[in-house]
């Protein structure tokens, strides 16, 4: 592109703003050299001053006021707009920072297991528990269970017997774990199938602090009218612990099943590796009879 129809296209690009008197003085010179030899660009002055020759506003008014109080205009808008966005800000930085400090509520450092815990929630609202399985923290119970050989005393006959349980789960290995207690969340969700106790709808309600973990409470609408608190540990590995933490209704007929309800419930609401019958035989044996009556539970409808 030659040079001098550059500068015209630069000079034409200018007129609106030299003509409106918003140029810069260097910007206003470059304008008036050019137009001194330019006849094309005399021609567009020319034709750009007939198009905009009615004017907008009385001769009588002052340009200069118009000017000044559009810039004032101007500048009130954006100072609104600051101050908006810097209370917005302080809001949003100084809450989750003083609820830290309360240990209770929303906070950047518990953004994580918030997340898992509404994820959770919703993959059993829409009874998808391959997906809400995968948001248990397995692996942490696995280990915890793993670590308590190092607390055990072999000279005691008692201990020793669980030190021989740990071992045996320890052969069969972490694959074994995960898949039994995949396995017993599944069935334990579409029991809940059939009773009318599956989650219609919840609520966040709180969360607070705990020992390297956060507590997270929602409020449960159930498919039958009934009504419960869920209550879960999370950590940044996932869910370590969930549980029901009470049942209301309205209705008669489940408020005199009440009692067997809140059984059941507390038997489908709990980790899977919680009083899983397959884990428990490895680790105490067969004969030992005593943790059945807490995995047994029957419930009419």
Known sequence: MKKERLDCEVIQDLLPLYEDECCSERSKIL???????????????????????????????????????????????????????VCFSFVFIVTPIRNYQK???????NLKELYVARQFMKSVKDKNYEKAY?????????????????????GKEEEQAQIEGIQKLKEKGFAWYD???REEFIKN????????????????????????EWYVYFDIETENGSRLRFSM???NDGINYYYKSGLKTEDKKIRAQLKEAKKY?????????????????????????????????????
């Open 103 to 109: 240990g209770r509520g929303i906070t950047y450092v």
């Open 189 to 212: 969700m579409k029991s809940l199938e059939e009773t009318g106790f599956n989650i219609s709808n919840y609520f966040y309600d709180r969360i607070s602090e705990g020992v390297n």
């Open 134 to 154: 995968r948001y248990l923290d397995i692996k942490g119970e696995y280990d915890k269970v793993i670590a308590r050989e190092k607390e055990l005393d072999k």
């Open 265 to 301: 419930l507390t038997i489908c609401y709990r980790m899977p590796t919680d009083l899983n019958e397959e884990v428990l035989e490895v680790l105490y044996g067969k004969d030992a009879d005593w943790w059945k009556i807490y995995i047994t539970h029957n419930y009419q409808k």
């Open 31 to 85: 304008v008036e050299e050019h137009l001194k030899y330019c006849k094309v660009c005399q021609e567009k002055r020319k034709n750009f001053q007939k198009e905009f020759s009615t004017p907008m506003i009385e001769d009588s008014v002052d340009k200069k006021v118009i000017k000044k109080g559009i810039r004032k205009i101007k500048m009130i808008g954006v100072i609104g707009l600051s101050v908006l966005l």
């Open 233 to 235: 540990h999370v950590t």
């Open 179 to 181: 898949k039994v207690s």
